[in-house]
């Protein structure tokens, strides 16, 4: 589609509708109004696709919504405002799916002064003509499967079915906005989860870090992890990066024991030689090494007290009598 904002001219019935929204009655050549295709059903550049259903759904709720610039939401940024919207469908056309092409239309009206007139004309002359939406579904399905959370990769094909993220469900419509690069290719739309769907959708999703292990395990070329699985991962991650820390340092503490055990046990034993043979243990058996070279060493050299008297053969009790009281 070469454009997604077309000028329209208001009739009556739109400025009955117009006029719902302002504080007085405005007159036709007091407004300027524009045709907007907010977004379809076509499989957008993210792999996922609203459904016809839903985007009848969003065209009840995106009436009475504002359009903004790059879903700034400030006062500053509000330019126009919806005063009707439909679904229409496109005879002869279809989706990549094959399902009929439907794309959901909108009516929006900007009150014509000095203010918005650089707006306008940004419109008019073909500046500012595509838009994204924001809004909110209650579920996103896996095409080949049917389910919300699984291993298939959106693009990628199985068994000849494409994957996509089906979006069903509107849960609201928060606003739509002109941007220089919107997702979907005929009018774009930035999608997200509404909070109260979100927390339910995070609880079935996101269990323990071992899933995530698994789901990338599973995945082909590439894999989509939502932020808290990326926020379990990292703390996962250095979690583990600690402990190897700490095994690395108890394993150079070991094997430093082993060489200077291994000297005294096995004086004949190169240190290189030893080195070479330690590398290639594991902690047990440098435990079982280092406690077997123990004994070895103290064999040959009997660990005694500084102090211990020596035993004579000849000691006689007797010699000590006359210190006896």
Known sequence: MSETVTAVQPDKAAMEKINLYTR?????????????????????RDGECFTKETLEELAKLFVGKTGILDHEPTS?????????????????????????????????????NDGTKAFIESIESGIRKEVSVG?????????????????HVPGKTYN???????????????????VAV?????????????????????????????????KLADGEDSVTVA??????????????????????RYRAALCERIYKLSAVAQ???????????????GIAELEEMAAALAKAAER??????????????????????????
């Open 24 to 44: 007085r009655a405005y007159k036709p050549e007091e407004v300027y109004t524009f045709s907007v295709v907010l977004c379809d059903n076509e499989v957008d």
């Open 76 to 112: 500053k940024n509000q330019t126009a405002r919806v005063f009707d919207a439909a679904v229409k469908e496109i005879p002869g056309k279809v989706t990549s799916l094959n399902e009929p092409y439907a794309q959901l239309t909108a009516q929006a009206y900007v009150p014509r």
């Open 135 to 151: 809004c909110a579904v209650k579920k996103r399905v896996c095409s080949v499967c049917g389910a919300e959370s699984c291993v």
């Open 160 to 178: 000849g079915k494409r994957c996509v993220r089906i979006l069903s469900g509107a849960a609201d419509a928060y606003e739509f906005s002109f």
């Open 182 to 214: 919107p997702a979907q290719r005929a009018a774009g739309v930035v999608k997200k989860f509404s909070p109260r769907f979100e927390e339910s959708e995070k609880k079935k999703e996101v269990k323990t870090v071992y899933d995530i292990v698994k």
């Open 227 to 248: 932020k808290e699985e990326l926020n379990m991962l990292k703390t996962e991650l250095k979690a583990l990066f600690d402990r190897a820390e700490c095994g690395d």
């Open 267 to 281: 004086p004949e034993f190169k240190r290189g030689l030893t080195e070479a043979i330690t590398k290639s243990l």
């Open 300 to 325: 040959k050299m009997p660990v005694m007290p500084q102090l211990a008297a020596e035993k004579t053969e000849d000691t006689n009790a007797a010699d000590d009598g006359a210190f006896r009281i």
